[in-house]
C-alpha cells in the first residue's frame, strides 16, 4: 500500500488515468467514423456496437475504471493523512472518505458498463452509467469543496483550486444538460421503451443520429467527459503538496 502512495506512484496512475480517459473516446470516435457511422453527435457508449470502436471501448474503459478506482484510493489516503496531520475538523475528514467512496463506485461502473453494451442490457447499462454520472460529480464536487477548505491551511493549494471548480461547474453543466433533454425525449418517464426505440434505428452496427435531443444530450455527455479529465489533471501538481514533496524534486 506504501509504495503506490509514494508521489511517483500516484503520479504516473494519475497520467495513465488522464490518457486513458481522454483518448479512449477519441480513438472509438475516429473508427466509429471510419466505420462509415454518423459524426454528429453519439452517445459514448454508442461507440461500443460496432467491432472496431467497441473493441476499442472495451479495453480502453476497462483500464481506465481500475485506475480511476486507484487514482480514487491514492487521492483519497494522501488527503486524510493530510488533513489529520493539520488537524482539521472530522466533517472534513468524512467528506474526503465520501468522495473517495464515490471514486472507487464510479471507477467500478466503468470497468462493469465496458463490457455491458446497452442494446443488450439497456437496464443495467443505464444505471451502470447514472453510477458514473452521478458518482463523478458527487467526487468532483466533494474534492472541490475539500480543497478550498484544504487551501485555508495551506495556501498552495489555491492555484488548484479555480480551474478544478471552473471545471466542476462544466461537470455538473454537462450532467444536467444531459438528464434534461433524455427527459425531455422520454417525456418525464422512466418507462425505457423510447430508448429501447433506438435498436430499431440500428443500420448494421451504426445507431441512426436523427434525433435532436438525444444529439444535444450526447453533447452534453462529451461535455461531463472531458471536464472529468480536467478535474483529474488539477491533482498533478496537488500530488507533491500532499506527499511533502514540494521542493525543487524534479
Given at each position: 500500500m ?7 506512484v500516484v503520479?504516473r496512475?494519475l497520467?495513465a ?7 479512449t473516446?477519441?480513438?472509438s470516435?475516429s473508427l466509429?467514423?471510419?466505420?462509415g457511422c454518423e459524426?454528429?453527435v453519439p ?8 467491432t472496431?470502436s467497441?473493441?476499442t471501448?472495451?479495453v480502453?474503459?476497462?483500464l ?7 487514482m ?5 489516503v ?6 489529520t496531520?493539520?488537524?482539521m ?5 468524512n467528506?474526503?472518505?465520501?468522495s473517495m467512496?464515490?471514486?472507487i463506485a ?8 465496458s463490457f455491458t453494451?446497452w ?8 444505471a451502470q452509467?447514472?453510477v458514473?454520472?452521478?458518482g ?5 464536487s466533494?474534492?472541490?469543496l ?9 495556501r498552495g493549494?489555491?492555484s488548484v483550486?479555480a ?6 461547474v462544466?461537470?455538473v453543466?454537462?450532467l444536467?444538460?444531459?438528464i434534461?433533454?433524455v427527459?425531455?425525449?422520454t417525456?418525464?418517464?422512466s ?10 434505428t ?9 434525433e435532436p ?9 462529451w ?8 478535474i483529474i489533471a488539477?491533482?498533478?501538481?496537488e500530488?507533491r503538496?500532499?506527499t511533502?514533496n514540494?521542493?525543487?524534486e524534479e
Amino acid at each position: 500500500m506504501e509504495r503506490l502512495l509514494e508521489g511517483t506512484v500516484v503520479e504516473r496512475t494519475l497520467q495513465a488515468t488522464i490518457a486513458l480517459l481522454a483518448l479512449t473516446p477519441i480513438a472509438s470516435y475516429s473508427l466509429w467514423v471510419a466505420d462509415g457511422c454518423e459524426p454528429f453527435v453519439p452517445f459514448i457508449s454508442d461507440m461500443d456496437l460496432p467491432t472496431r470502436s467497441g473493441f476499442t471501448f472495451t479495453v480502453g474503459y476497462a483500464l481506465s475504471g481500475i485506475l480511476l478506482a486507484t487514482m480514487g484510493v491514492q487521492l483519497g489516503v494522501l488527503r486524510d493523512r493530510w488533513m489529520t496531520s493539520t488537524d482539521m475538523p472530522r466533517n472534513w475528514v468524512n467528506l474526503n472518505r465520501f468522495s473517495m467512496m464515490a471514486a472507487i463506485a464510479t471507477g467500478i461502473g466503468l470497468f462493469w458498463i465496458s463490457f455491458t453494451p446497452w442494446d443488450e442490457h439497456l437496464e443495467l447499462h443505464i444505471a451502470q452509467a447514472n453510477v458514473i454520472f452521478f458518482g463523478g460529480v458527487i467526487w468532483a464536487s466533494c474534492v472541490t469543496l475539500a480543497t478550498w477548505r484544504m487551501s485555508q491551511e495551506e495556501r498552495g493549494f489555491s492555484s488548484v483550486l479555480a480551474p478544478r471548480t471552473a471545471f466542476s461547474v462544466l461537470a455538473v453543466i454537462g450532467l444536467l444538460g444531459m438528464i434534461e433533454r433524455v427527459f425531455r425525449y422520454t417525456g418525464l418517464s422512466s418507462d425505457l421503451y423510447a430508448l429501447e426505440e433506438r435498436l430499431q434505428t440500428l443500420d448494421g452496427s451504426c445507431i441512426s443520429l436523427n434525433e435532436p435531443l438525444l444529439s444535444q444530450a450526447a453533447a452534453f455527455e462529451w461535455l461531463l467527459a472531458a471536464s472529468m479529465v480536467l478535474i483529474i489533471a488539477t491533482f498533478l501538481p496537488e500530488v507533491r503538496l500532499l506527499t511533502g514533496n514540494s521542493g525543487d524534486e524534479e
